[in-house]
């Protein structure tokens, strides 16, 4: 799909813009277009970027066929963008990364999407209503892109310091074997998210820097400020990791214990048996044949002395475990 948007020099805006009609757009340097490439083949793409908006090959190979971490790279009359946006599914556990490359120039605005993402049609939508937004430039909609994309990542990080808090509750009730397999999905999302974040606010530093001819001096703050959001959702991705390292952590211990609960009543169970098993076998051997008659050992009385002892001492040494502090 292929969508544009055009803010001519006389004010007015324009979405029923054809590929065939871009080259005569962009001679207009007063205006400001927007080209959104999504979903579109690179066979479809290429041809576009190449040759109407005569971007370099290298930039056109990056957005087309390759993935990037977040990056900028400066091609001199344009800037070549790539910011990521975040998805996250508590239910699966299912957390991705998607990609959105930018071109910025001096008076348009072209992005390519493999994934549609509800930031951008945000943004687009936005510019629709409003033509202020257009008005002001390319850099303003990086900016409005940007700011976005950081905000589509804090409902993820509140859905997975949810889904900690609730690990942590099931560490203690239920620590089941599927509940480690979430724990690592965890460690693994968070570890992706970091390397996300951080690139991307470098990326948002160096905007902000200004040290760019497409980007006016004025809106350095602007993107200060989404660099500010990207700095303390680093910081909250880090302490999300020191949570799950603690629930991994009190998980393996919760585990070790009840191994050892267990392991201790097993023992607790054979020391008591163990006298009897010692009477019993003791008056079970049959090797040595009596040279007197036994008979008062094999009599009423002796089987029940005998069992008697034999229920008294589990009981005895059950007193004697718990006077000791051993259970």
């Known amino acids: 799909m292929i969508r544009i948007l055009y803010f001519s020099s006389a004010g007015e805006i324009r979405a029923d813009v054809t590929p065939e009609m871009l080259p005569d757009l962009l001679r207009?340097?007063?205006?400001?277009?927007?080209?959104?490439?999504?979903?579109?083949?690179?066979?479809?793409?290429?041809?576009?970027?190449?040759?109407?908006?005569?971007?370099?090959?290298?930039?056109?190979?990056?957005?087309?066929?390759?993935?990037?971490?977040?990056?900028?790279?400066?091609?001199?009359?344009?800037?070549?963008?790539?910011?990521?946006?975040?998805?996250?599914n508590p239910q699966d556990n299912d957390f991705n990364t998607l990609e959105l490359d930018i071109f910025v120039g001096s008076h348009y605005l072209v992005t390519h999407q493999t994934t549609p993402l509800k930031a951008v049609d945000r943004v687009w939508a936005l510019c629709q209503r409003d033509?202020?937004?257009l008005r002001k430039g390319a850099a303003h909609l990086l900016y409005k892109l940007a700011d976005e994309l950081a905000a589509d990542y804090m409902p993820v990080v509140e859905d997975i310091d949810v889904t900690i808090d609730d690990i942590e509750d099931q560490v203690f009730d239920n620590p089941a074997p599927s509940l480690l397999e979430q724990i690592f999905g965890l460690k693994r999302a968070l570890l992706t998210l970091r390397r996300i974040i951080g690139p991307q606010r470098e990326v948002l530093n160096k905007l902000g820097r200004g040290d760019y001819a497409v980007i006016p001096a004025g809106y350095g703050v602007f993107f200060r400020d989404v660099y500010d959001h990207l700095v303390r959702l680093y910081d909250i991705s880090e302490s999300l990791r020191d949570l799950v390292g603690g629930a991994l952590d009190t998980y393996l211990s919760v585990v070790s214990n009840r191994?050892?609960?267990?392991?201790?009543?097993?023992?607790?169970?054979?020391?008591?048996?163990?006298?009897?098993?010692?009477?019993?076998?003791?008056f079970g051997m049959n090797f040595f044949q009596p040279v007197f008659a036994l008979n008062a050992w094999t009599g009423r009385a002796a089987f029940v002395a005998l069992l008697?002892?034999?229920?008294?001492?589990?009981?005895?040494?059950?007193?004697?475990?718990?006077?000791?502090?051993?259970?």
Do not use: Q
């Not at 392991?263 to 098993?277: A, D, E, G, N, R």
């Open 28 to 88: 207009d340097v007063e205006g400001m277009l927007w080209l959104d490439l999504r979903e579109e083949s690179p066979a479809v793409c290429a041809p576009i970027l190449r040759d109407i908006f005569d971007f370099h090959p290298l930039a056109i190979d990056d957005a087309l066929e390759e993935s990037h971490v977040p990056k900028i790279d400066d091609w001199g009359k344009y800037l070549y963008l790539v910011l990521h946006a975040v998805s996250y």
């Open 259 to 282: 191994m050892n609960e267990v392991m201790k009543t097993l023992t607790v169970i054979t020391t008591m048996f163990m006298p009897i098993s010692f009477l019993a076998g003791f």
């Open 131 to 133: 033509e202020r937004h």
């Open 308 to 327: 008697l002892v034999m229920a008294l001492l589990p009981m005895s040494m059950y007193w004697w475990m718990r006077r000791r502090s051993w259970m």
